[in-house]
């Protein structure tokens, strides 16, 4: 079957860290950019990050850029996010998403999505 | 960073109406680079379009999709049950992907 699975979110303190993951399976993992896209609750969709298929090409939302790490391990057929000093604002669900290219951080639509996973920073 | 203005924020139709979604960008888009996303609650959005008029796999065709520059629209000819959801734009030609705010389509 062809799916994404996001693991890791959980309730976080502001200031700490966080890794999720996302597992794909049924289609050729490393033909395809990757990225991580969030949704706070009630609220709309925001790019977060993508990132190539052989991890050359990687890019983030202004928002996150210097707290956040996007990887991958083609072996592995995963896709990570390394949250780091949390904020409130980063409250959402984050959905693991193939990108629609192969090449490109940014330049894609999302062909598929995982059925995400809540992170929750607060006190 | 391209800004999309989604109109109207809510639409409340009947079923077999007709449906029509705006997408404003606030400058120019390359390259028809625009998909539309349906999200139902508690799911994850489905890509119903892409390349501004292209039907991803799947997706019936009382979908349409058209325009270009910095107006976009998705048109539903004919509203199904199912079809009531959320709809989010995505541009996808510039530095940075950006979405909408979304329609939701209610019944009314």
């Given at each position: 079957?062809?799916?994404?699975?996001?693991s890791?979110?959980?309730?976080?303190?502001?200031?700490?860290?966080?890794?999720?993951?996302?597992?794909?399976?049924?289609?050729?993992f490393?033909?395809?950019?990757?990225?991580?896209?969030?949704?706070?609750?009630?609220r709309?969709?925001e790019?977060?990050?993508?990132i190539?298929?052989?991890?050359?090409?990687?890019?983030?939302?202004?928002?996150?850029?210097g707290?956040f790490?996007?990887?991958?391990?083609?072996?592995?057929?995963?896709l990570?996010?390394?949250?780091?000093?949390?904020?409130l604002?980063d409250?959402?669900?984050?959905?693991?998403?193939?990108?629609?290219?192969?090449?490109?951080?940014?330049?894609s639509?999302?062909?598929?999505?995982?059925?995400?996973?809540?992170?929750?920073?607060?006190? | 960073?391209i800004?999309l203005?989604q109109?109207?924020?809510?639409?409340?139709?009947?079923?077999?109406?007709?449906?029509?979604?705006s997408?404003?960008?606030s400058?120019?888009?390359?390259s028809?680079?625009?998909?539309?996303?349906?999200q139902?609650?508690?799911?994850?959005?489905?890509l119903?379009?892409?390349?501004?008029?292209?039907r991803?796999?799947?997706?019936?065709?009382?979908?349409?999709?058209?325009?270009?520059?910095t107006?976009?629209?998705l048109?539903?000819?004919?509203l199904?049950?199912?079809d009531?959801?959320m709809?989010?734009?995505?541009q996808?030609?510039?530095?940075?992907?950006?979405?909408?705010?979304?329609?939701?389509?209610?019944?009314?």
């Amino acid at each position: 079957e062809v799916q994404l699975v996001e693991s890791g979110g959980g309730l976080v303190q502001p200031g700490r860290s966080l890794r999720l993951s996302c597992a794909a399976s049924g289609f050729v993992f490393d033909g395809h950019a990757m990225h991580w896209v969030r949704q706070a609750p009630g609220r709309g969709l925001e790019w977060v990050s993508g990132i190539s298929w052989n991890s050359g090409n990687i890019g983030y939302v202004d928002s996150v850029k210097g707290r956040f790490t996007i990887s991958r391990d083609n072996t592995k057929d995963s896709l990570y996010l390394q949250m780091n000093s949390l904020r409130l604002e980063d409250t959402a669900f984050y959905f693991c998403a193939q990108g629609s290219g192969y090449a490109s951080a940014s330049y894609s639509y999302f062909t598929l999505w995982g059925r995400g996973t809540l992170v929750t920073v607060s006190s | 960073e391209i800004v999309l203005t989604q109109s109207p924020g809510t639409l409340s139709l009947s079923p077999g109406e007709r449906a029509t979604l705006s997408c404003r960008a606030s400058q120019s888009i390359s390259s028809y680079y625009l998909a539309w996303y349906q999200q139902k609650p508690g799911q994850a959005p489905r890509l119903l379009m892409y390349d501004a008029s292209s039907r991803a796999t799947g997706i019936p065709d009382r979908f349409s999709g058209s325009g270009s520059g910095t107006d976009f629209t998705l048109t539903v000819s004919r509203l199904e049950p199912e079809d009531f959801a959320m709809y989010y734009c995505q541009q996808y030609g510039g530095s940075q992907v950006t979405f909408g705010g979304g329609t939701r389509v209610e019944i009314k």
